[in-house]
């Protein structure tokens, strides 16, 4: 078994978060980062234990310690990767990479590890799997689908903490513009489009 496989298992082992940051989400940014990794010739290992051990430590939306998830996530793999064939610096790269790919850090990551993770990351917020994500954290917080007076937040702020369709405006619509690699940028275009498509059947039908 190589080192990405044994790290593969124990981040499953010890996952045990909501289904919208659950190992499915981890499987899906391991796909995403293994396709862009190829395309951009960056070091496969890095990125994809970068990718595995993304969401180690995963507080719900609802809880105040929710933006320290990846600085807690870094810290944890760190004694992870301790545990494994990687150099210090090797640690370095990966644990910097999920401390920096979280949208709510503000952060663009230095290296191109964490770049592509952050990409393959962002990717899994959009498309259809992005709107399925975004409705189920909606539900699990007991929000409404949408502002009735203003659904598409045509006059006033986006407040995704109110409302889920806000989430779209706020974040996700965002998105395609701030990835990091030019096949990240590809298929953001592309699952951007999704999400666009998706709201204008949503005003045909409310």
Excluded at 55 to 62: A, G, M, Q
Excluded at 79 to 97: H, M, R, W
Excluded at 179 to 202: C, H, I, P, W, Y
């Amino acid at each position: 078994m190589n080192v990405t496989d044994s790290v593969k298992n124990k981040v499953k082992e010890i996952m045990d978060n909501d289904s919208v940051h659950d190992f499915n989400h981890v499987m899906r940014v391991y796909s995403n980062a293994q396709k862009i990794c190829k395309r951009e010739k960056a070091d496969e290992k890095l990125v994809l234990c970068a990718a595995l051990l993304h969401d180690i430590v995963s507080y719900p939306k609802s809880d105040k310690r929710s933006k320290m998830s990846s600085i807690e996530s870094a810290k944890k793999s760190k004694i992870i990767l301790k545990q494994y064939s990687f150099t210090n610096n090797e640690i370095l790269v990966i644990s910097d990479a999920i401390r920096d790919h979280s949208f709510s850090q503000n952060k663009t990551p230095k290296s191109i590890v964490g770049k592509i993770l952050q990409d393959a990351d962002r990717l899994d917020a959009i498309g259809a799997i992005g709107i399925a994500r975004v409705f189920a954290t909606g539900g699990s917080l007991k929000r409404p689908f949408y502002n009735i007076a203003d659904p598409f937040c045509k006059t006033r702020t986006p407040d995704d903490k109110t409302w889920t369709v806000d989430h779209f405006y706020q974040k996700l619509l965002k998105l395609e513009s701030l990835m990091n690699t030019k096949s990240g940028k590809m298929e953001a275009k592309k699952r951007t489009k999704v999400l666009k498509d998706f709201l204008k059947q949503l005003k045909l039908e409310i």
